[in-house]
Nanobody, 111 residues
Framework: QVQLMESGGGLVEPGGSLRLSCTAS????????VGWFRQAPGKEREVVAT???????NYADSVKGRFTISRDVAKNTVYLQMNSLLPEDTAVYYCGANALWGRGTQVTVSS
């Protein structure tokens, strides 16, 4: 079964950190560009960070310097390390690759 699965979300205080994981089955993430996206209530889904098959990364301006996308080929997993979290980072986070989407993981930043 080909699928992506996100994990690692939760409730964190402003200034805190979380690491999200996107694990694939049935598809090798090293062969595709992988993106992390997020969707806040009442807003459209937006791209947060991407990593190409060659390892090049790109970030939304709103998360530059705070978030880091990386890939572990052996684990077939792409990570999103999120530091210095802000309340406006609250959203459901999704990973996407090769026209596949996971179900998302909720990130809530609140005191």
């Amino acid at each position: 079964q080909v699928q992506l699965m996100e994990s690692g979300g939760g409730l964190v205080e402003p200034g805190g950190s979380l690491r999200l994981s996107c694990t694939a089955s049935g598809v090798s993430l090293r062969d595709y560009a992988v993106g992390w996206f997020r969707q806040a209530p009442g807003k459209e889904r937006e791209v947060v960070a991407t990593i190409t098959s060659g390892g090049s990364t790109n970030y939304a301006d709103s998360v530059k310097g705070r978030f880091t996308i990386s890939r572990d080929v052996a684990k077939n997993t792409v990570y999103l390390q999120m530091n210095s979290l802000l309340p406006e980072d609250t959203a459901v986070y999704y990973c996407g690759a090769n026209a596949l989407w996971g179900r998302g993981t909720q990130v809530t930043v609140s005191s």
